[in-house]
Nanobody
Framework: QVQLVESGGGLVQAGGSLRLTCTVSGRVFDDYAMGWFRQAPGKEREVISIINWNSETTYYADSVKGRFTVSRDNPKSTLYLDMNSLQPEDTAMYYC?????????????????????WGQGTQVTVSR
């Protein structure tokens, strides 16, 4: 059984920072790209960052580029999202996700929003 467990969300003031963590079990972590998505109230879920299996390729949505950094520790089966210069518009539920396909194919699946497994989400709230 594949499980993704996020942690690290919370309440932070504008301009602050948070680090989200996603721990994966039940599959070979190294084989798969990983992604971070978020969903704000009343809005659709959107992909904000993706990292391929060996960390050589990353993707950032324009809304977070230059402020957020995705990374992974394959031996620990863990995905990270370092979020800096947080703004109220970053308030959302944040989810980690993994695709169905291994390797580069899975990276492009996540770019298309095709996800095989989701975490339960962690809430990030940024106050003014």
């Amino acid at each position: 059984q594949v499980q993704l467990v996020e942690s690290g969300g919370g309440l932070v003031q504008a301009g602050g920072s948070l680090r989200l963590t996603c721990t994966v079990s039940g599959r070979v972590f190294d084989d798969y790209a990983m992604g971070w998505f978020r969903q704000a109230p009343g809005k659709e879920r959107e992909v904000i960052s993706i990292i391929n299996w060996n960390s050589e390729t990353t993707y950032y949505a324009d809304s977070v580029k230059g402020r957020f950094t995705v990374s992974r520790d394959n031996p620990k089966s863990t995905l990270y999202l370092d979020m800096n210069s947080l703004q109220p518009e970053d308030t959302a539920m944040y989810y980690c996700a993994t695709p169905d396909w291994r390797g580069s194919g899975g990276y492009y699946q996540l770019r298309d929003g095709t996800v095989k497994y989701w975490g339960q989400g962690t809430q990030v709230t940024v106050s003014r």
